[in-house]
């Protein structure tokens, strides 16, 4: 209960910034926006193995590198609190740390959740079949990855903060190719045997299979569940290793 | 300390205290063994240069960084086995800005009260309060990096009251301010504790701020607490005042510095070509019998000093090294 509180707290403080300046969430739609009108036509005869539009195919993968791309680099904004006393404040009140971060991942969260029901509003006229509760589903999973790879973040940007362009190296470093594996942009099935190994064993492929499964309507099936199992144990682990380097670092 | 029974008014007691970090292969011992304990009510300076293990010690004692091996206890919890319990009985003002920096001014106050646990009601009472008890009406809505230095300042100092805390504690609160805005800053704090009666840990490298705030000194270098009184008495034993005594006649020079060292305590004396130099303690109080000492000798007295002693006096006769030194100011 009082954990809830704490997050609610720690969410409204992030949040009340983004409302002011909420035009930026608009701004953050152009990326998505233009994969799906100059990338997605281009897959036509792409073998993603199924017959429905390609957008079937491709808005889920995207949602989850929309969200990947975001949260790893959300550390940043810690770096700047980090730095100038504002994090150590709220460190020095009874606040729970987990839940310190967990507003904060979900303050990043919030406005990328906007964004992909944006974008899968888009897209269903253009022939994105909807099945509203599966993809609510999906929607859930995403939260709950995004919270652990924020919470990874911020571990990284409390351990990196005297540098900042560590920070930005590390992270996009360990972003990219977590993407290109994941059969984001093509489906791995087209790829060269060592590529195709490489992407089974990068559990972003698991969560990307699940949100596809779950658009095109599936629930109780083998892929959800391994989906569903990477997003949980990222938001652990993320948890887990953001509250204690908060509670092992010399900030 | 433990071990030794401790009046039961103190709020901040430290016993052993140390915190090393390692850098580069390298082990740093920041604070050394402190043993110190501050009453409920005092307000006291914890004064030395910079990197002389203040920040480390209050960071421990404000639960923020866990001590390398001894005990401390804060509002009568301990800061390692009850971080949460002091956190609610502390207000800290750490060296940068508390504020962050896309936030409001009000914003910031209410979240604060909400992080201790107050009411959505009392946090939104408490903050407009507090902004008018530091004068940062008309601020409410501002965003934290558009206001000054002092008042960014004052905003941290009401974020560390918000909920009213029996200790406060003060990093360095008046680094980088002005004169001006230093003054104001204090005036408001004194007012504080004036009408709550809290206990105020400040640390400090101005020697004129600790020396005019606080009621008691403790002064720290390479991790060791070296001195720990008043600042008069730290006066009066580690420095002393200096008289000096402007004589006529370049001929009399040597006849007054004779009366001038019979003077109880006194030392250091000094011969200038027409002038005598010498510490005593209680200056203010012998110079004029100094005086009249020597014009019963018939030693005419063209002019006569006290200057009352520094800090830096102190520490310079503790250390021999000046605290100004590291201080660009």
Same mark, same amino acid.
């Given at each position: 209960?009082?954990?809830?509180? @704490?997050?609610?707290?720690?969410? &409204?403080?992030?949040?009340?910034?983004?409302?002011?300046?909420?035009?930026?969430?608009?701004?953050?739609?152009?990326?998505?926006?233009?994969?799906?009108?100059?990338?997605?036509?281009?897959?036509? @005869?792409?073998?993603?193995?199924?017959?429905?539009?390609?957008?079937?195919?491709? *808005?889920?993968?995207?949602?989850? %590198?929309?969200?990947?791309?975001?949260?790893?680099?959300?550390?940043?904004?810690?770096? $700047?609190?980090?730095?100038?006393?504002?994090?150590?404040?709220?460190?020095?009140?009874?606040?729970?740390?987990?839940?310190?971060?967990?507003? &904060?991942?979900?303050?990043?969260?919030?406005?990328?959740? *906007?964004?992909?029901?944006?974008?899968?509003? *888009?897209?269903?006229?253009?022939?994105?079949?909807?099945?509203?509760?599966?993809?609510?589903?999906?929607?859930?999973?995403?939260?709950?990855?995004?919270?652990?790879?924020?919470?990874?973040?911020?571990?990284?940007?409390?351990?990196?903060?005297? @540098?900042?362009?560590?920070?930005?190296?590390?992270?996009?470093?360990?972003?990219?190719?977590?993407?290109?594996?994941?059969? *984001?942009?093509?489906? %791995?099935? %087209?790829?060269? &045997?060592?590529?195709?190994?490489?992407?089974?064993?990068?559990?972003?492929?698991?969560?990307?299979?699940?949100?596809?499964?779950?658009?095109?309507? $599936?629930?109780?099936?083998?892929?959800?569940?391994?989906?569903?199992?990477?997003?949980?144990?990222?938001?652990?682990?993320?948890?887990?290793?953001?509250?204690?380097?908060?509670?092992?670092?010399?900030? | 300390?433990?071990?030794?029974?401790?009046?039961?008014?103190?709020?901040?007691?430290?016993?052993?205290?140390?915190?090393? +970090?390692?850098?580069?292969?390298?082990?740093?011992?920041?604070?050394?063994?402190?043993?110190? !304990?501050?009453?409920?009510?005092?307000?006291?300076? +914890?004064?030395?240069?910079?990197?002389?293990?203040?920040?480390?010690?209050?960071?421990?004692?404000?639960?923020?960084?866990? #001590?390398?091996?001894?005990?401390?206890?804060?509002?009568?919890?301990?800061?390692?086995?009850?971080?949460?319990?002091?956190?609610?009985?502390?207000?800290?003002?750490?060296?940068?800005?508390?504020?962050?920096?896309?936030?409001?001014?009000?914003?910031?106050?209410?979240?604060?009260?909400?992080?201790?646990?107050?009411?959505?009601?009392?946090?939104?009472?408490?903050?407009?309060?507090?902004? !008018?008890?530091?004068?940062?009406?008309?601020?409410?809505?501002?965003?934290?990096?558009?206001?000054?230095?002092?008042?960014?300042?004052?905003?941290?100092?009401?974020?560390?009251?918000?909920?009213?805390?029996?200790?406060? +504690?003060?990093?360095?609160?008046?680094?980088?301010?002005? #004169?001006?805005?230093?003054?104001?800053?204090?005036?408001?704090?004194?007012?504080?504790?004036?009408?709550?009666?809290?206990?105020? +840990?400040?640390?400090?490298?101005?020697?004129?701020?600790?020396?005019?705030?606080?009621?008691?000194?403790?002064?720290? =270098?390479?991790?060791?607490?070296?001195?720990?009184?008043?600042? !008069?008495?730290?006066?009066?034993?580690?420095?002393? =005042?200096?008289?000096?005594?402007?004589?006529?006649?370049?001929?009399?020079?040597?006849?007054?510095? /004779?009366?001038?060292?019979?003077?109880?305590?006194?030392?250091?004396?000094?011969?200038? /070509?027409?002038?005598?130099?010498?510490?005593?303690?209680?200056?203010?109080?012998?110079?004029? /019998?100094?005086?009249?000492?020597?014009?019963?000798?018939?030693?005419?007295?063209?002019?006569?000093?006290?200057?009352? #002693?520094?800090?830096?006096?102190?520490?310079?006769?503790?250390?021999?090294?000046?605290?100004?030194?590291?201080?660009?100011?």
């Amino acid at each position: 209960m009082r954990f809830a509180s @704490d997050v609610l707290i720690s969410f &409204r403080r992030e949040i009340a910034p983004t409302l002011r300046s909420w035009y930026y969430v608009l701004f953050g739609l152009v990326q998505p926006l233009l994969y799906l009108g100059l990338f997605v036509p281009m897959l036509h @005869d792409v073998p993603t193995g199924t017959a429905a539009s390609p957008l079937q195919w491709f *808005v889920p993968g995207m949602v989850v %590198m929309l969200i990947l791309f975001t949260t790893v680099t959300c550390g940043w904004s810690l770096t $700047e609190e980090l730095l100038s006393g504002a994090f150590e404040r709220l460190l020095a009140t009874p606040m729970s740390r987990p839940a310190i971060l967990v507003g &904060r991942a979900l303050k990043e969260l919030a406005p990328l959740l *906007v964004q992909a029901v944006i974008v899968i509003g *888009v897209a269903v006229p253009f022939g994105l079949a909807l099945h509203v509760v599966p993809v609510l589903v999906g929607l859930v999973l995403l939260l709950a990855f995004g919270i652990g790879v924020a919470a990874l973040s911020y571990a990284l940007a409390i351990a990196t903060r005297r @540098d900042g362009s560590l920070f930005y190296m590390v992270t996009h470093s360990v972003a990219l190719p977590l993407m290109l594996l994941g059969g *984001v942009l093509l489906p %791995m099935d %087209m790829a060269p &045997r060592w590529l195709y190994l490489a992407s089974r064993a990068n559990p972003l492929t698991y969560l990307v299979e699940a949100e596809r499964a779950l658009f095109a309507g $599936e629930l109780a099936t083998v892929a959800v569940g391994y989906g569903a199992a990477v997003a949980g144990a990222v938001a652990v682990v993320g948890l887990w290793t953001g509250a204690r380097t908060i509670r092992k670092a010399s900030l | 300390m433990y071990g030794v029974p401790s009046s039961d008014a103190a709020v901040i007691q430290v016993d052993a205290l140390t915190r090393t +970090f390692e850098v580069k292969a390298e082990t740093v011992e920041a604070v050394r063994g402190l043993s110190f !304990e501050v009453q409920a009510g005092e307000l006291v300076a +914890f004064l030395g240069p910079n990197g002389a293990g203040k920040s480390t010690t209050v960071r421990m004692l404000t639960t923020l960084l866990p #001590p390398s091996s001894g005990r401390a206890r804060v509002g009568g919890h301990d800061v390692v086995r009850e971080p949460e319990q002091v956190r609610q009985r502390i207000g800290y003002v750490g060296q940068g800005t508390g504020a962050g920096p896309f936030h409001t001014v009000r914003d910031e106050l209410v979240t604060q009260g909400l992080a201790q646990r107050m009411s959505k009601a009392a946090a939104l009472r408490r903050a407009d309060e507090l902004i !008018e008890m530091l004068e940062l009406d008309g601020l409410a809505k501002r965003l934290a990096s558009t206001l000054s230095g002092g008042q960014r300042r004052r905003l941290d100092v009401a974020l560390g009251l918000v909920h009213a805390p029996p200790v406060l +504690f003060l990093d360095e609160p008046s680094t980088g301010l002005d #004169p001006h805005s230093r003054a104001n800053l204090w005036e408001h704090i004194l007012a504080l504790r004036r009408a709550t009666g809290m206990t105020i +840990f400040l640390t400090t490298h101005y020697l004129e701020e600790a020396d005019a705030m606080a009621e008691r000194v403790m002064i720290i =270098d390479h991790g060791v607490l070296i001195a720990n009184d008043t600042p !008069e008495r730290l006066k009066s034993e580690h420095a002393g =005042d200096r008289i000096r005594i402007e004589v006529a006649d370049a001929d009399s020079v040597g006849r007054a510095a /004779e009366v001038a060292e019979q003077l109880p305590s006194a030392r250091a004396l000094e011969r200038g /070509e027409r002038s005598v130099a010498i510490t005593v303690r209680e200056g203010n109080r012998l110079l004029p /019998e100094l005086i009249q000492a020597l014009q019963r000798n018939a030693i005419e007295v063209a002019g006569a000093s006290v200057r009352r #002693p520094t800090l830096d006096d102190v520490f310079l006769d503790l250390t021999g090294r000046s605290l100004r030194e590291g201080v660009a100011a």
